[in-house]
């Protein structure tokens, strides 16, 4: 059974400042999150409300797969395969 998850949220203000926000805080894997003013030349970046340079976004959104490590299945007994 997959767990569906709401899609983000596209909000624009009347000023043109568009904001994607998905559980309540700025979030968005395919683009800017905030757009103030609907200027590029002013748009950050967000991962579950946490800011990155374009750089850095880009590098947290390429190594993107999977599961975070604190998902992963932990070893719940037997031998150790270390």
Not at 6 to 25: C, N, Q, R, V
Not at 26 to 49: C, M, Q, S, T, V
Request: aromatic share 14%; proline share 4%; hydrophobic share 30%.
């Amino acid at each position: 059974m997959s767990k569906k998850f709401e899609a983000s949220k596209k909000l624009t203000k009347a000023d043109g400042t568009i904001a994607y926000i998905w559980e309540g805080k700025f979030h968005n894997w395919e683009g800017p999150a905030l757009i103030p003013e609907g200027d590029n030349r002013k748009r950050e970046y967000y991962i579950h409300g946490i800011k990155y340079s374009e750089d850095a976004w880009k590098e947290v959104r390429r190594n993107r797969q999977g599961l975070p490590w604190y998902k992963q299945a932990a070893n719940k007994g037997g031998t150790n395969r270390f």
